[in-house]
């Protein structure tokens, strides 16, 4: 599974940005995909995901403002993020589980500034 993420930039405050990644390879199977962020200095965590059953997780920190989706018939997966705040800037990487097995993009970054 080769995972591609594009869409991230400079934005003010309040702004909104969204995020794609076309997944491509061997995606046949259960794949469950989702989107993480690295900010300078701190770990990865997780921004928001499908699960395995189909529903959502997403982080506290974007609830009510992020918005996950994708697009089985593109193999794509998308963030739609609003009302940004300097704290959601970040690499943001597109990442894919199948049977076990991880999977990241090269990241996209998000740069929000105040």
């Known amino acids: 599974v080769q995972l591609q993420a594009s869409g991230g930039g400079l934005v003010q405050a309040g702004g909104s940005l969204a995020l794609s990644c076309v997944a491509s390879?061997?995606?046949?199977?259960?794949?469950?995909m989702g989107w993480y962020r690295q900010a300078p200095g701190k770990e990865r965590e997780l921004v928001a995901t499908?699960?395995?059953?189909?529903?959502?997780i997403y982080s506290d920190s974007v609830k009510g403002r992020f918005t996950i989706s994708r697009d089985n018939a593109k193999r794509s997966l998308y963030l739609q993020m609003n009302s940004l705040k300097p704290g959601d800037t970040a690499l943001y990487y597109c990442?894919?589980?199948?049977?076990?097995?991880?999977?990241w993009g090269q990241g996209t970054l998000v740069t929000v500034s105040s």
């Open positions: 499908f699960t395995s059953g189909g529903g959502t």
């Open positions: 990442h894919a589980t199948k049977y076990g097995t991880q999977y």
């Open positions: 390879g061997s995606i046949f199977g259960s794949v469950v």
